[in-house]
């Protein structure tokens, strides 16, 4: 099992940045695949960006160009750097393991909001 903490959320204005950072209670080295999802009021929560253990990275349509993940080994972390930020990001973002067993689990999330 594996708890995840994400930070970093907050208001900000149309074209900002944030950088969010998910926090896991254990080594991450071990945990194929890392993911950021999101979901916006009355929507289905939809996949963001993956990255795994091989260090290969991929984002949605969406928010290519945009939206950069990473991860951290080191610090048990992974993060998703969110540029050009518009209202349609707005959303409450999620993190989410998928072990080797093809156990998943998620975080509590965290609020983005693009506003003026």
């Known amino acids: 099992q594996v708890q995840l903490v994400e930070s970093g959320g907050g208001l900000v204005q149309p074209g900002g940045s944030l950088r969010l950072s998910c926090a896991a209670s254990?080594?991450?080295?071990?945990?194929?695949?890392m993911g950021w999802y999101r979901q916006a009021p009355g929507k289905q929560r939809e996949l963001v960006a993956v990255?795994?253990?091989?260090?290969?990275?991929n984002v949605a349509d969406s928010v290519k160009g945009r939206f950069t993940i990473s991860r951290d080994n080191a610090k048990n972390t992974v993060f998703l750097q969110m540029n050009s930020l518009r209202p349609d990001d707005t959303a409450v973002y999620y993190c989410k393991t998928q072990e080797y067993s093809g156990s998943s689990y998620w975080g509590q999330g965290t609020q983005v909001t693009v506003s003026s």
């Open positions: 990255t795994t253990t091989g260090g290969s990275t």
């Open positions: 254990r080594s991450i080295f071990s945990i194929p695949v």
